[in-house]
């Protein structure tokens, strides 16, 4: 297969592409002069795939919630030695992550990084599942989602999701709960390991200062026995509602000041690809117009002592779903809400600035343009926007072209209060 070659002028980056005969994609960015190296190998598989069709089986099969996270785990395990004593031998180190939609792993490295990049793949591609160690695994992870029902920060992030999503996936914590990994089986994760750890369904994506030609040459060799799949994975997602399940939510831990998250359910899905970017975008903007540290909502919170600088706003957005999040540490969230949604209503009746807006859409350009900096940003974003379809080189040119108008229109339509939710973690 040849290799594709993807260019940005005004970032004066490249990046090489090339499809593998079994599906694999290798995308590989320079970055010269960089001391650190970075690789990621990724599947196109996360919590939310709890129910699919098996390629060219007929049935739905439906999995323990968690499967995907606890495949994670597995994966490090191996008859013999430790993968992380073998990484530190060759003085890098490797990690791994599972969220809704993907799971990754990955190392960072100053040296060997051909041996580094071998280890990776071939783990990866190494399941070892047994009865025992599935058991053993359980209360590895049993112990990890108790842990996490007592993190304020973890809580108050799920229970705004499931204030907002009757039915969709991305209310259950990518975890699992104690219960459902309970009836994982070796089976089950063979099953899985089978369906969504295809080559087809993942991509290697490397950038720092190594041989392209070297990188492929690896990736190619070790893939020559690899077979594609001859059809694709069907994913089986419930249909969502578009209103919210409650409008609040609240719960009492070990906190001294209670947290909270508003949180707005997205309805605008489904789009296509030119549409998801764009709405990305535009949320973003309006987030730090309306909310960010130099809003005047937030400097009226702050000096009213509602909030502190722990107050922060993210946006989500993936195909099937997403969210915007305003949170942090307040003693009043109930009059915080308060104020947000009347604010939003006093914006709607006069209108955003346009002078706000082109400050904030500058001052993203300059962070955007900074972040190409880091190897860890732009593997780890490149991977979460390819998943989507996007390829993270048409971000830049979408955020200098989009208009007021269309910041207007996402504004009028995304912050609703009807799908807002308030989510409290109150002092016991």
Wanted: charged share 30%; with cysteine.
């Amino acid at each position: 297969m040849t290799m594709q070659t993807i260019e940005n002028k005004v970032l004066k980056e490249k990046m090489f592409l090339k499809e593998l005969p079994n599906g694999l994609k290798v995308i590989f960015m320079p970055k010269e002069g960089y001391t650190k190296q970075y690789a990621i190998f990724a599947t196109n598989y996360g919590s939310n795939e709890s129910q699919f069709i098996i390629p060219g089986e007929k049935d739905i099969t439906k999995v323990p919630d968690g499967i995907a996270h606890f495949l994670e785990h597995k994966l490090f395990e191996e008859p013999e030695g430790s993968i992380f004593d073998k990484f530190s031998e060759l003085g890098s180190n490797v990690n791994a992550y599972t969220n809704f939609t993907s799971t990754c792993y990955l190392f960072s490295s100053t040296d060997r990084f051909y041996e580094n990049l071998e280890l990776l793949i071939n783990f990866v591609q190494s399941p070892y599942f047994t009865d025992e160690n599935v058991e053993k695994e359980k209360g590895i992870i049993g112990q990890e989602i108790k842990m996490y029902e007592d993190n304020p920060n973890w809580k108050v992030f799920f229970n705004g999701l499931k204030a907002m999503y009757h039915d969709y996936p991305v209310k259950i914590d990518i975890a699992g709960t104690v219960e459902s990994i309970s009836k994982i089986t070796k089976e089950d994760l063979y099953k899985c390991y089978n369906t969504f750890y295809d080559p087809s369904n993942m991509i290697v994506f490397v950038v720092g200062d190594v041989d392209c030609d070297k990188v492929c040459s690896i990736v190619e060799k070790n893939q020559k026995k690899k077979e594609k799949l001859e059809n694709k994975i069907e994913r089986i997602y419930p249909v969502e509602p578009d209103r919210i399940v409650q409008s609040i939510i609240e719960e009492k831990l070990d906190v001294s000041i209670p947290l909270f998250n508003i949180a707005f359910k997205d309805i605008d899905n489904d789009l296509s690809v030119d549409k998801i970017l764009r709405k990305d975008i535009a949320t973003k903007i309006l987030l730090d117009l309306l909310f960010g540290k130099s809003s005047d909502l937030y400097t009226s919170l702050y000096e009213e002592g509602l909030i502190n600088d722990t107050f922060e706003n993210e946006y989500t957005g993936e195909v099937e779903y997403g969210y915007s999040m305003l949170g942090g540490e307040s003693k009043n969230p109930k009059k915080v809400l308060e104020k947000v949604l009347a604010y939003i209503e006093e914006i709607k009746s006069t209108g955003l600035n346009e002078a706000d807006f082109e400050r904030i859409k500058s001052k993203q350009i300059g962070e955007h343009l900074s972040y190409y900096n880091s190897v860890e940003f732009i593997a780890t974003t490149f991977v979460s926007y390819y998943f989507k379809g996007i390829n993270i080189f048409d971000y830049l040119k979408a955020l200098k072209e989009i208009e007021f108008e269309t910041v207007q229109k996402r504004f009028h339509a995304h912050f609703c209060e009807e799908r807002c939710v308030l989510s409290i973690i109150s002092p016991k």
